[in-house]
């Protein structure tokens, strides 16, 4: 990243020389040339960072509290809502950021689908982020165990007993997962230990997302590159710096919302009831984040014929890059997929919903229709699309659309006149 | 302006846009027919006037008060509260008991503790740091007791429950006269407000029952509303002070934002 930073005091100067780290955040904090027409929905990055950052700072002091144990997991949950200082605001920011960090991860994620983010040449960037957002799931599946409620105890059966599909080796594979025959103490702790290792390396992931995305620089609502040297970008600081301050600041209003005021709204009553080995609840259900890959799991008949599909499901994305054959990256000129794009994301709710209801009737039915939708709209609508779909004629530069709007509100305004 | 040439997709948008509204209404209708088939099963929970709702709500002290009477004259015989101890009952927030009448309360229960010098365990009164004393010396001595059912331990059982404070007052009073034809083993009763409109537990509140300290009426309502008032706080001990600091927390964040968003304005006011 090129920066005309210039160390000044002397301190500046004695670090710079052995680690330019202050050169380094100056280019890529400072400096860094954005596009000027980024939306708002470009404001996830940060607000994912702040996500991240605030599951890991109230996990650290959760887990100096916590007991990963079977008779006392739950109990010590309650000890850290009754007895910690501020332990109650810990837990329902740690348990309600799950929540909101998956929201925006979605959100930053429907983005990227809009506006062809994906494409060449900002394709590792995805790739890092699908793996971002795999282990975001193995992370967030494995604190709902923990605090080893009803919920708990019955989704880690659930997800854990998947493994038993693979053929021959299965059961081997999922007594090795639990550390004996059936879910316990073995199982927990060695989620824990998972769990407090996983956002490190999610961390570590974020940190090459970042510098992958500096390399071109950020895709835009047009689609198009920025001109080198042009009016088309701004200094990241204080442009953006401020507008995603902003964007936070929204985002942790409705955060706050549902911490203080509605904590175990997304939460299930159930994992209020100490976990039993002995008492099966009536529906397992995951949580609502999870819901759309529950719903693909359960469309298939077949155990290990649905675990792949829910693994391809996500896996998929991984080869979203050359799936979509256009070349046009935004939506906004490309008409057809533009329509596709908003069937994809209310099949995908769809599932969502399908997901909560019980696996039985009707919903079965739809459930499949959807799954098979949602894997169409990958391997078959999304290739077709670049061949036959005409698109809107491209912009020159980022400048040339605004400019544009401006000459003519200009032309109508004496035309008036 | 790619393939100019081709032949252009026949795919006119309204029929798009037909499908998704389509999709929408289905998911709408489908969400409908699923509650009223869940309304037909179970009945709606009464809902009554509780003063720990909405953003700034608290507790009645005077009700959790008796609340606490009635879960030790009523409840206590059979519900373990483990997750509870009796310097609870002083801290703010809560029933608020001077410590002189907390101290009291706990001197009520006995505790086993020890072992004392010669290796032996032995009684004392419970003190405000013991948990409240169980009904029970294990699982298995409860239902032995209670004919096979265990009686959930209350310390976070209206979390543990769907709308817990309506669900709890509701089975609190939902019990009826069984409908003719309705069979019922022993030790089963009837009540609107169970799963199955079957519950082991019998109707434990009538009218004056007990006698309110304070001399409040013992109504059956008033018994339910006090109880699960108590309960409530037993469940979530922090409510007022949660929903005092997220009274600050967003009006503080709110301000920061209005700034935020003025500071943008005037950052991005000369780029076209």
Known sequence: MSTDYKPQSAVAKWIDKRLPLITLFNGHLMQYPTPKNLNYWWTFGGILTFCLVTQIITGLV???????????AFSSVEHIMRDVNYGWLLRYIHANGASMFFIAVYIHMARSLFYGSYKEPRELIWIIGVFIFLLMIATAFMGYVLPWGQMSFWGATVITNLFSAIPVFGESITNWLWGGYSVGSPLLTRFFTLHYLLPFLIFGLVILHVWALHVPGNNNPEGIDVVQGSQDTVPFHPHYVVKDVFALLVFMIIFAGFVFFTPNLLGHTDNYIQANPLQTPEHIVPEWYFLPFYA?????????????????????????????????????????????YWIFLANFLLLGYLGAMPAEGIYVIISRIATIYYFVHFIIILPVLGFVEKTKPLPKSISEPVLNEKERAAKAATATA | MRRRGRRKLLLPQHSVLKFIKFLVLLIFSVSTFQSILIAAEIHEPIRPYWSFEGPLGKFERASLQRGYQVYTEVCSGCHSMDLLSYRNLVQPGGP??????AKAMAAMFEVETGPDQDGEMFMRSAILSDKFVSPWENEQQARAANGGAYPPDLSVIVKARPNGPDYIYSLLLGYKDAPEGTELDDGVYYNEYAKGMRIAMPQVLYEDGIEYTDGTAATEEQMAHDVT?????????????????GFKVIIYLLILAFLFYFTNKSIWRDTH
């Open chain 1, 62 to 72: 959760l887990a100096m509290h916590y007991i990963a144990d079977a008779d006392l």
């Open chain 1, 296 to 340: 693909i799991l359960r469309a298939i008949p077949d155990k290990l014929g649905g675990v792949i599909m829910m693994v391809s499901a996500i896996a998929i994305l991984a080869f979203l890059p050359w799936l979509d054959t256009s070349k046009v990256r935004s939506a906004k000129y490309r008409p057809l997929f533009k329509q596709f």
């Open chain 2, 96 to 101: 608020e008991f001077s410590e002189k009448q």
């Open chain 2, 229 to 245: 008032t108590f309960l409530t706080w037993s469940a979530e001990p922090k409510l007022e002070e949660r929903k005092r600091m």
